[in-house]
T-cell receptor, first 116, second 114 residues
C-alpha cells in the first residue's frame, strides 16, 4: 500500500513558540491531504483538507490562523501550529489519497505535540 | 453532512469470545466504509474496507464486516478474539467520490482478558 510519513513523531515545545509538522507521501503523489487531530481516548477530528497549490479548507471551529497548512508540492503538506499553548497538545495525524477516484486514505504515523 | 455512530464505547471480553462492534452512518448517498484499528501507542491500521460488491467484507487478522444498506450499518465481527486484539477500533465513512475526507466514529475500546 501507499506510504505516508510524518515528521517529527514527537515534539515538545515551549508555550508561545511555533511548531511545524511535515507530512510526506513517499511513493505516490497526493493532490489532497487531510489533517486530523486526536485527543487521548477520543476519535479523530478532521481539521482541514489540504489541496496542492491552493488554500486549505478548514473545518468549522478550527482556527486557520493558528493551524497553518501548506501543500506546496504533490508529496508534501505541512501543518504549523503557531503560538502554541498547552491546550494545543495533541496527536496530529495526516492522511493522503493515493490515486484518482479512490476513496481510500493512507495515514501517517502521527505526531505527538506537547506544549509546556 | 455525514456522521458515524459507534454504539459500544468500551467492550470487555475474554479470549475466544465472539466480537461484534456496531457502526451506523448517516448519509443518503453512496459511501465507502472502513474499519481501522489502533493498538496502544501505535498509529491507525486499516482492518478492512467496503467500496462496492459483496457486502460481507473480510479483512486482516480474522475480522470481517457486513454492510447492510437498509440499516446504514457496517458492523465489525470476529468469531474468536485474542488478547492481542486489545485496541481501539474506529469505524469511518466517506462519500464515494474522489477527494473526500474520512469521517470517524468516536471509537470503541476493546479489552480482551487472557
Amino acid at each position: 500500500g501507499a506510504v505516508v510519513s510524518q515528521h517529527p513523531s514527537r515534539v515538545i515545545c515551549k508555550s508561545g513558540t511555533s511548531v511545524k509538522i511535515e507530512c510526506r507521501s513517499l511513493d505516490f503523489q497526493a493532490t489532497t491531504m487531510f489533517w486530523y487531530r486526536q485527543f487521548p481516548k477520543k476519535s479523530l477530528m478532521l481539521m482541514a483538507t489540504s489541496n496542492e497549490g491552493s488554500k486549505a479548507t478548514y473545518e468549522q471551529g478550527v482556527e486557520k490562523d493558528k493551524f497553518l497548512i501548506n501543500h506546496a508540492s504533490l508529496t508534501l503538506s505541512t501543518l504549523t501550529v503557531t503560538s502554541a499553548h498547552p491546550e494545543d497538545s495533541s496527536f496530529y495525524i495526516c492522511s493522503a489519497i493515493a490515486g484518482v477516484n479512490t476513496g481510500e486514505l493512507f495515514f501517517g504515523e502521527g505526531s505527538r505535540l506537547t506544549v509546556l | 453532512a455525514q456522521s458515524v455512530s459507534q454504539h459500544n464505547h468500551h467492550v470487555i471480553l475474554s479470549e475466544a469470545a465472539s466480537l461484534e462492534l456496531g457502526c451506523n452512518y448517516s448519509y443518503g448517498g453512496t459511501v465507502n466504509l472502513f474499519w481501522y484499528v489502533q493498538y496502544p501507542g501505535q498509529h491507525l491500521q486499516l482492518l478492512l474496507k467496503y467500496f462496492s460488491g459483496d457486502p460481507l467484507v473480510k479483512g486482516i487478522k480474522g475480522f470481517e464486516a457486513e454492510f447492510i444498506k437498509s440499516k446504514f450499518s457496517f458492523n465489525l465481527r470476529k468469531p474468536s478474539v485474542q488478547w492481542s486484539d486489545t485496541a481501539e477500533y474506529f469505524c469511518a465513512v466517506n462519500v464515494n467520490q474522489a477527494g473526500t475526507a474520512l469521517i470517524f466514529g468516536k471509537g470503541t475500546t476493546l479489552s480482551v482478558s487472557s
